[in-house]
Nanobody
Framework: QIELAESGGGSVEAGGSLRLSCSTSESIDSSICVGWFRQAPGKVREGVAGLYTGTGTIYYDDTVKGRFTLSQDATKNTLYLQMNSLKPEDTGTYYC????????????????????????WGRGTQVTVSP
């Protein structure tokens, strides 16, 4: 079963940047879709950016378009999320996820047309953006 591990979170001021990394135990191509999600306290988990591995199609939530960039390394075992021009509303726990089972948490459908529910999650990394 695939394991995911996020890193790179931290505390920054508004306008700053962070790069999150997700290390995977299997090739990213073993998933149909992989993605980044975030969850703020008291709010539902939401999709931030996702990759359909078949065609390389990338999805972004409207709130992060033009500021966040999803990429992967050449070995296809690490997924990145470059976050620029950070805003306080970007604060939350960021999770890396895959549609590969078995499920280890809630099932989330980010409404990306080529992707189904995301089932398997890393433990998350905290991002805090101060005004």
């Amino acid at each position: 079963q695939i394991e995911l591990a996020e890193s790179g979170g931290g505390s920054v001021e508004a306008g700053g940047s962070l790069r999150l990394s997700c290390s995977t135990s299997e090739s990213i191509d073993s998933s149909i879709c992989v993605g980044w999600f975030r969850q703020a306290p008291g709010k539902v988990r939401e999709g931030v950016a996702g990759l359909y591995t078949g065609t390389g199609t990338i999805y972004y939530d409207d709130t992060v378009k033009g500021r966040f960039t999803l990429s992967q390394d050449a070995t296809k075992n690490t997924l990145y999320l470059q976050m620029n021009s950070l805003k306080p509303e970007d604060t939350g726990t960021y999770y890396c996820a895959t549609d590969l089972g078995p499920r280890n948490g809630e099932s989330v459908d980010p409404d990306w047309s080529l992707c189904a529910d995301f089932l398997r999650w890393g433990r998350g990394t905290q991002v805090t953006v101060s005004p």
